[in-house]
């Protein structure tokens, strides 16, 4: 499975973006999707999970209410919608498809593929 993210950019504090993960090369429908991030001298944190079929998702607690995980199987595509961004989302955004749906999906280690990354960047 290759993933490509994009959507990244140079966004003010309180704006929005809309990131998206493009996934082929697999059965995108069975795939547990997330979304983390990086900053330099960081570990990769979790940001937002989805399950195969859309109907579960999980964020971390400081993006609940403002970002928003979403796929669309028929496009093999997975979306994370940020609202109200701030300064400490600044960072790069890695997509990531898990092939089991493990328990541990907070967690980068069972991820099996991941997407390239794309800059986020808010200023204050």
């Known amino acids: 499975v290759q993933l490509q993210a994009s959507g990244g950019g140079l966004v003010q504090a309180g704006g929005s973006l809309r990131l998206s993960c493009a996934a082929s090369?697999?059965?995108?429908?069975?795939?547990?999707m997330g979304w983390f991030r990086q900053g330099p001298g960081k570990y990769r944190e979790f940001v937002a999970a989805?399950?195969?079929?859309?109907?579960?998702?999980w964020y971390k607690d400081s993006v609940k209410g403002r970002f928003t995980i979403s796929r669309d199987n028929a496009k093999n595509q997975v979306y994370l919608q940020m609202n109200s961004l701030n300064a400490e989302d600044t960072d790069v955004y890695y997509c990531?498809?898990?092939?089991?749906?493990?328990?541990?999906?907070?967690?980068?280690?069972?991820?099996?593929?991941w997407g390239q990354g794309t800059q986020v960047t808010v200023s204050s």
């Open positions: 990531a498809a898990d092939k089991y749906g493990s328990s541990g999906i907070k967690s980068p280690v069972p991820y099996d593929y």
């Open positions: 090369g697999g059965t995108f429908s069975i795939l547990t």
């Open positions: 989805i399950s195969y079929n859309g109907v579960s998702t």
